[in-house]
């Protein structure tokens, strides 16, 4: 996303009560106070790999996709359909996720705001290896600037913490890409409440990307935290909804009443847990990438939202 980058703005954080009167009705956030996205976004890593590979929690994410044309589709559909959240890593078969993204959207304009992360060796396609020296961290912005063909990136995210390296030095390397220039807003993964505030001594952190869905609700504690801060809360793997999803659960139930499918319904759940809940479903197909996005207009009521929330998370 093309901004000024004199913005003495850019690097704070917005007051919460600059988004609280923001509704699920509003279909849209402001990420760190001045980078307004959809509230469903699209993440990438998915398109990766070929048809004989593994897929779900075993897929390896190792190499550029096999029919590389149809990704690069996709991905204009997606930007065509209205997402303006475009999430990657330089994990993702290494480097090339943000090649192909560059691909189909550089130059990237107004309309399309690009996260990505770093942090992860991958050391074979088994293996995610937290790396936290600073230097590492700053090398590998600048190849993702290089790969992702633009000179500051919309949302850097410390893909893993390094238990080795002192949080401070590690969300320190991010901070100082972003007083250069070359970084707009800090984004961390997976992380705990203390984690966080540790960061947040060091730099405004925009954004907190975890595990969390129906099936998942581990990270309760920092979806509390985020709304009171102003932080945009990404859940990754949204949809999962374990044993929920089955003809007679909740899920199937609710989606029913209302008219849209199970994986609207769990994204639907997401959208009204708080309005500053940003989901990024994956998908290598555009029927369910229309799926999702047609989730924004999906309304549930107070009962339906008590009913999937009283599930018990797996």
Known sequence: MTTN????????????????????????????????????????MRLADGPDDPTGPEARIWTAPADRAAA???????????????????????????????????????????????????????????LGHPAFLRQ?????????????IDLLYLHRLDENVPVAEQVGAL???????????IGLSEVTVAQLTEAESV????????????????HEAVL???AGRGIAFVPFFPIAMGGHAGPGGPVAEVAREIGAT???????????RAPHVLPIPGTSSEHHLRENLGAL??????????????????
């Open 5 to 44: 980058t004199n913005d003495a703005n850019a690097s704070i954080l917005p007051d919460p009560a600059h988004f609280s009167g923001l509704s699920h009705l509003s279909g849209s956030f402001p990420l760190g106070g001045d980078l307004p996205v959809r509230r469903i976004g699209y993440g990438t």
């Open 72 to 130: 690069v589709r996709l991905l204009r559909t997606a930007a065509d359909a209205g997402v303006t959240l475009f999430d990657t890593a330089d994990a993702y078969a290494l480097g090339a996720g943000e090649e192909l993204l560059a691909e189909a959207l550089a130059p990237y304009g107004d309309e399309v705001a690009v996260a990505t992360k770093v942090g992860l060796v991958r050391p074979s396609p088994t293996e995610w290896v937290p």
């Open 140 to 152: 590998q912005a600048e190849l993702s600037l290089r790969r992702l063909r633009t000179e500051r």
């Open 175 to 185: 901070r100082r890409l972003q007083e250069e220039g070359k970084v707009r807003h």
């Open 203 to 218: 730099a405004p952190v925009a954004a907190v990307q975890n595990l969390y869905n129906l099936a998942a609700r581990e």
């Open 224 to 226: 509390e935290h985020t």
């Open 262 to 272: 199970p994986a609207q319904t769990a994204l639907a759940w997401l959208l009204h």
């Open 297 to 314: 207009d999906v309304r549930l009521t107070d009962a339906q939202f008590a009913r999937l929330s009283a599930a018990p998370a797996s």
